[in-house]
Nanobody, 126 residues
Framework: QVQLVESGGGLVQAGGSLRLSCAAS??????????VAWFRQRPGKERELVAA????????YYADSVKGRFTISRNNVKNTAYLQMNSLKPEDAADYYC?????????????????WGQGTQVTVSS
């Protein structure tokens, strides 16, 4: 059983920063076999891809709306992925989900990701 557990969400003022973490674990689960991504879902909206990175963390994808403000990274020793979010805007408020996919590069769709976390909420006050 693979588990992805997000943390780091919370309330922040516009212009502020948050760092989300995603801790991965499971029997026979090799973190480096998986590309990792962060998705978000805003109220009334579909879940959208925010950022993704490859197995080694050497390549990254960002949605246009977060380029230059968000940074995805991973620590394969700690089996943890991160999303550093700077210059947050009210429109960044959402539930953020971590996902892992063995064949999820390039990250062309949600279906490529086999494992999902439960999500962490980010609220941005204006």
């Amino acid at each position: 059983q693979v588990q992805l557990v997000e943390s780091g969400g919370g309330l922040v003022q516009a212009g502020g920063s948050l760092r989300l973490s995603c801790a991965a674990s499971g029997r026979a689960f090799t973190f480096t076999d998986y590309a990792v991504a962060w998705f978000r879902q805003r109220p009334g909206k579909e879940r959208e891809l925010v950022a993704a990175t490859t197995w080694a963390g050497t390549n990254a994808y960002y949605a246009d709306s977060v380029k230059g403000r968000f940074t995805i990274s991973r620590n394969n020793v700690k089996n943890t992925a991160y999303l550093q979010m700077n210059s947050l805007k009210p429109e960044d408020a959402a539930d953020y989900y971590c996902a892992a996919g063995r064949k999820a590069w390039p990250p062309s769709g949600r279906d490529l990701f086999e494992y999902w976390g439960q999500g962490t909420q980010v609220t941005v006050s204006s």
